[in-house]
């Protein structure tokens, strides 16, 4: 990548802030193989912010200015970053490299294929036997006598885009499967994906059927009833189709469709009316696009981007699915067009919503391993990693990360995980710093990365919801969401995050996690006390390490929001500039101190205080790896050059 | 006065009840002056369920021939049902609420009746008076005084007795300022910024009249607040238009060459019957489950109401950045400076004032800010947003305020001392109570009436000690620092805990509560139990 880069350095290089008061930062730019770095001039700060490049979305350049020339940067998740550079020249070159170094071309140009630091291959190994699927299964009970692997897949004969390792109903031979899967889009056959014990019933998942307008396949047909069969309490299934029923009939016209149910047997059909992906990217790029200071036109703005709706309708389908296998004790057979988008958010939502192990950290990852990673998704094409087809680009795990957040407000005790581990889930699914998201066809590729997995379980400490009870009411057994209109909230924590010189937040999570620790500390503090020093000291030492440690934490430096300026007047020209996410700094939600950290756009302005800690930092990843410093001066630790 | 001439059933037998959250009751249904009592039959120890008549908004009878059907609409936003047997029972105690439940005169209602076992009436009325508040800030010693002006609320009938103005204006002063000024309302203080040494003052607007009259008084009076630095802001609540067109009715504003020195600003901030219809709007909203995201949205955005949140917070930030950032003082005032000014001015100082983030602290300052400076609790609240009477002079300026409160402890959930409950309990209180705090207008009224005499004070009541433990913030920190709200559309919501607390069941969202209070005693127990033996 490092021919792409034709000015690694510039010097007096502003950084607009972007809040109100617009003041600018000066300092030197500095583009990596990996990152683009800002680094302030100023000596007693020296604030440093880095962008990853695998998530900048794009690169814009305003006309230039007799002050220079403006850069305007936007990340994949929704921050943007204004430069204004002295020399055209040097403004041109830059927009250039980061147009080339945020479109990767080929695989090997991802970050987590060309960034190598350690080519340690057991580590690597390692690493990837985090998660292990099968034994997913086993916790489920699968196998048993109702449901059997089967090793139609192996080698991926059957289905390239299905794991080679499937389960099946027992009564479902190899004619069936073969048969059933040549009258699926793309021979995504009905397979398991989750089975609940408590009622036998279980959820599939398949594409939609080959039916076009009369076709019917006798093997299907079986298939759909020994998945009734495996379920000995009940007389019929549901199927599932999350498209909005008109997308189904205009499918049959193309030799595809849905189930027509006097063929088969004692199933029930039941749409649910998510849209698709086109929909859905033009309606989230409306959400990003509100930018008004008034309460009217921003409710306005929310309710003609439909998102709260469509957000509505994927956990619709996951509480149907989870009531109908969790009460109703019958299994569900779920598909959409291809079975990979719709499909799996809702069956990944309905597993979250039945079994309390997804709603744990490692349950999560396992989920997305499961539902997301081992049948398919499309993530290359969906979130944009090689340079692609910008109408394959689609915010469909988005969707379902924010429908687990919309869940986590309605019940704050049952999720292991805070806010803060969804947004950072969803950052990693973007910048494929990891090879987690490679695809399934990409097998050899993703051997030669790490998994993502191991690295966010070591950081769990930051990730953990203080007020998550293993053994609380609210964890236990079904969640039952009241999915009323009132309940859908915008996402503020994803959709405005927070810009520089934001006020650290007030957080009722933060504060009980770091009451926890100081509470910790302050004994181990009281028991070296009581061993070493003299009586009386170690009081007035802890009581002062309250206070400070207090104060820090409450501490609220921000200048005052724009209170001058009145909603009902002309807008701020600022504000009709397309400048990206609102200034959303206000100080109430969970992921406020780390924010910078999972954003991409990192202010390492922190590390700096705390000494020693780099190790323990969490970004420490991207500071290893990223080696490939261009600049004259050679970083040593990851950190830039003084 | 005989309750009982309004009362022509007192009992009904096998009524049925329906109310949120609860299976449909038989029992017996009791009316009486003040209340509607409903018990169960049969052994169910269950309390009787009593509701307040004064609580209820708007009655709807549908009788038919052998029963009836009776639908309550509360105050506190909650619905009720009764199944009466009997067509003449159902209108029997139809009329009997409806007239029971408009009363008017002050010495009738509740208040003067209840009289709980833990509160006596030989107690100061109230937390504090004007002369104790004063007598605490010692820092304002030297350049204010207590102007006991208004004693017999002769200067401003809707003044408390007692005021604080600046040392070098004597009464004489005030009195012909208090002319010159709406209700005879002239600017008084109500916050002094200890740091930056500038002030918070309230008042009416000035009656310069279409002739753009003159007071010097007045003039010196607010020459006096800025003495010695050169600037001093007038935050008015109206917009400019507003205020140019108050002229012509007597009132105005102050204009720049008489008033040397001060900058005005205008904030629109809607109030009377505006902000009422807002609030109906949003209830409606709430109440109609039926509709899709789009229609929640839609309804949610015409109904205003989170405008009307917005406008305030930013008027109030405004206000408080005017004296923390630039240090300059100020002075609020909208047309009558009963309404927008007080809630301006309070929410100003819950963003400055830490003493005032407390629970005591802010009961001192709902207190001072509407209760003594004259709110018109009983004309604002006397219907809801069910009410099909004509409206008057109702408007919910203080829910308004407390919504804004909330909003702030939302953002700030360390800073508070107090809690939800509190603000919910004070929104139900305001409509509907057994304390005489939010009757009456002003504090004459008050006097008047025998309200102090004659009833109890809801902020003694509830900083009582099991009260306050009900009340108080778990996670509360004492911060120093101005508490600046973000007003950004995202950062405002809608207050559910209120505006939805009968439809949505929030079961998860109590037990993360006590979950967090859990915690916060579990992590500091131990340790302080630690530190004291260490020192012992």
């Known amino acids: 990548m490092m021919e792409h880069i034709r000015t690694p350095k510039v010097e007096n290089v502003r950084l607009i802030d972007r809040t109100v008061s617009r003041k600018a930062t000066v300092g030197t730019l500095y583009l990596s193989a990996t990152h683009t770095i800002f680094v302030e001039n100023n000596p007693e700060t020296r604030k440093e912010t880095w962008v990853l490049h695998s998530l900048v979305a794009s690169v814009e350049r305003p006309p230039t200015t007799p002050s220079g020339s403006h850069l305007v940067i936007r990340t994949k998740n929704f921050q943007v970053l204004e430069l204004l550079v002295p020399q055209e020249r040097d403004a041109t070159d830059i927009h250039a490299s980061l ?79 073969v048969g059933s899967s040549k009258f699926r889009s793309r021979g995504r056959f009905p397979v398991l994906t989750y089975f609940h014990q408590d009622t036998l019933a279980s959820i599939c998942r398949c594409s939609q059927p080959l039916s076009g307008f009369s076709a019917r396949s006798q093997e299907d047909e079986q298939m759909m009833q020994a998945i009734m069969k495996a379920n000995p309490g009940s007389e019929y299934i549901y199927v599932v189709d999350t498209r909005p029923k008109l997308n189904a009939m205009a499918n049959r016209a193309a030799g595809k469709g849905y189930e027509n149910e006097d063929h088969y047997t004692n199933i029930k059909l039941q749409f649910i009316g998510i849209e698709n992906i086109h929909v859905m990217r033009n309606s989230q790029q409306k959400i990003i696009d509100i930018k008004t200071p008034s309460m009217g036109d921003f409710l306005w703005g929310l309710e003609s981007s439909g998102w709260l709706k469509h957000i509505k309708a994927v956990l619709d389908a996951g509480v149907f699915i989870a009531k109908a296998v969790a009460e109703e004790g019958v299994s569900v057979v779920v598909h959409c067009s291809d079975g990979w988008d719709r499909t799996a958010q809702a069956c990944s939502l309905a597993s979250v919503l039945l079994d309390p192990y997804y709603r744990t950290m490692k349950g999560l990852m396992l989920l997305i391993e499961r539902d997301w990673v081992s049948f398919g998704h499309k993530f290359s094409h969906r979130y944009n990693h090689l340079d692609g087809d910008p109408k394959e680009v689609s915010p469909v795990i988005d969707q379902f990360v924010e429908c687990v957040w919309q869940l986590s407000e309605q019940f704050p005790c049952a999720f292991e995980f805070n806010e803060r581990f969804l947004i950072q889930l969803r950052r990693h699914v973007y910048s494929c710093q990891y090879g987690n998201f490679l695809g399934n066809s990409q097998k050899e590729l993703r051997e030669r990365t790490y ?3 191991p690295q966010l379980w070591k950081d769990r400490a930051q990730y953990v919801n203080p007020l998550y009870r293993a053994d609380h009411t609210q964890t236990q057994g079904m969640l039952r969401p009241n999915t009323t209109p009132y309940c859908f909230k915008m996402w503020k924590g994803m959709y405005n995050r927070l810009e520089k010189s934001a006020p650290p937040r007030h957080s009722p999570a933060d504060l009980l996690t770091a009451v926890r620790e100081e509470t910790q500390q302050l004994e181990q503090e009281l028991t070296n006390h009581q061993e070493v020093a003299p009586r009386g000291t170690a009081h007035s030492g802890t009581k002062q390490g309250i206070q400070t440690r207090s104060r820090n934490r409450m501490t609220n430096e921000t200048p005052p929001h724009d209170y001058r300026s009145t909603q009902r007047g002309p807008p701020d020209p600022a504000m009709t500039l397309p400048l990206g996410p609102p200034k959303g700094s206000d100080p109430d939600d969970l992921s406020s101190a780390c924010s910078d950290i999972e954003s991409g756009v990192i202010d390492l302005s922190s590390r700096s205080s705390s000494g020693g800690d780099d190790c323990k930092d969490p970004e420490s990843d991207e500071a290893i790896y990223c080696p490939a410093w261009s600049g004259t001066r050679g970083p040593d630790t990851g950190r830039l050059p003084c | 006065m005989e309750f009982s001439e309004h009362i022509k059933t007192a009992n009904v037998e096998d009524v049925v009840l329906r109310r949120p959250f609860y299976q ?3 029992g017996t249904l009791c009316v009486t002056g003040h209340h509607l009592i409903f018990s169960n039959r049969g052994g169910d120890s269950a309390r009787p369920f009593l509701l307040l008549l004064r609580n209820i908004d708007a009655i709807e009878k549908r009788p038919s021939v052998s029963s009836g059907t009776i639908t309550l609409k509360c105050k ?39 009289r709980p076992p833990f509160l006596s009436l030989q107690d100061q009325w109230g937390l504090s008076s004007t002369e104790q508040h004063y007598a605490q800030m010692k820092e304002i010693h030297d350049g204010w005084r207590v102007s006991q002006v208004n004693r017999d609320y002769s200067v401003s009938p809707s003044y408390p007795p007692a005021v604080i103005v600046p040392h070098s204006i004597d009464d004489e002063t005030l009195v ?15 916050y002094y910024h200890r740091e930056t040494g500038t002030v918070i003052m309230r008042s009416s607007q000035p009656l310069s009249g279409a002739n753009r009259k003159r007071c ?45 020195g001060w900058k005005r600003l205008h904030r629109q901030l809607e109030k009377g019957k505006v902000l009422q219809e807002s609030l109906i709007k949003l209830v409606e909203a709430c109440g109609d489950q039926s509709h899709s995201v789009d229609r929640w949205l839609s309804k949610l955005e015409n109904s ?33 400076g009963t309404d927008t000014s007080l809630l301006v001015s309070s929410l100003a100082q819950l963003i400055l004032d830490p003493d005032s983030r407390t629970l005591a602290g802010f009961l001192g300052l709902l207190e001072r800010e509407w209760v003594q400076a004259g709110h018109p609790f009983q004309q604002r609240c006397a219907h809801s947003a069910y009410s099909h009477v004509r409206l008057r002079h109702e408007a919910p300026v203080f829910v308004l305020l407390l919504d804004c409160v909330w909003q702030l402890a939302r953002q700030f959930p360390l800073a508070m001392g107090f809690s939800e409950p509190l603000l919910l309990r004070l929104a139900k209180e305001v409509y509907a109570s057994d304390y005489g705090t939010f009757l009456c207008n002003s504090d004459q009224e ?51 805990g209120l505006f939805l607390q009968w439809t949505d069941d929030a079961l998860h969202l109590v037990e993360a509560q006590k979950v967090i209070q859990n915690l916060v005693s579990q992590c500091h127990r131990p340790l302080n139990e630690k530190v004291e033996n260490t020192d012992g």
């Open chain 1, 451 to 453: 998994s993502l997995w």
């Open chain 2, 304 to 336: 205003k109401w989170l405008s009307h949140v917005q406008t305030a917070l930013s008027t109030a930030g405004l206000v408080a950045e005017c004296v923390e950032r630039d240090g300059h003082s100020v002075l609020v005032h909208g047309s009558e």
């Open chain 1, 99 to 177: 147009a080339r170094l945020s479109r990767p071309e080929k695989y090997s140009e991802l970050y987590c294929l060309s960034i190598n630091p350690t080519a340690n291959k057991e580590e690597r190994e390692e690493s990837w036997s985090f998660l292990d699927l099968q034994a997913d299964y086993r916790r489920m009970g699968v196998p048993n006598n109702l449901w059997v692997g089967t090793p139609a897949n192996s080698e991926y004969r059957v289905c390239d885009t299905y794991p080679s390792e499937l389960f099946v109903p027992k009564s479902a031979t190899p004619p069936v499967i």
């Open chain 2, 216 to 260: 010097r008084e007045d003039e010196l009076l607010l020459q006096a607040v800025i003495d010695g630095s050169e600037l001093g802001y007038i935050i008015d609540t109206r917009s400019s238009q507003q205020a140019q067109q108050a002229r012509m009715t007597g009132g105005g504003f102050e204009s720049k060459s008489c008033y040397r």
């Open chain 2, 446 to 496: 008050r006097c008047v009436t025998g309200v102090k005499e004659r009833t109890h004070c809801l902020f003694q009541s509830l900083l009582r000690a099991n009260e306050r433990q009900h009340y108080s913030n778990p996670l509360y920190e004492r911060t120093e620092l101005a508490i600046w709200p973000s007003i950004q559309p995202p950062s405002l919501q809608l207050w559910k």
């Open chain 2, 176 to 190: 012909k300022a208090a002319r010159f000024r709406q209700g005879g309302r002239f600017p008084v203080l109500c």
């Open chain 2, 76 to 114: 506190d936003l909650c619905v009720l049902q009764l199944d009466i047997p009997g067509m003449e029972e159902c209108l029997n105690i139809a009329s009997s609420i409806e007239s029971l439940s408009s009363l008017e005169t002050v010495s009738e209602m509740y208040p003067f009746f209840y």
């Open chain 2, 24 to 26: 449909p009751t038989k």
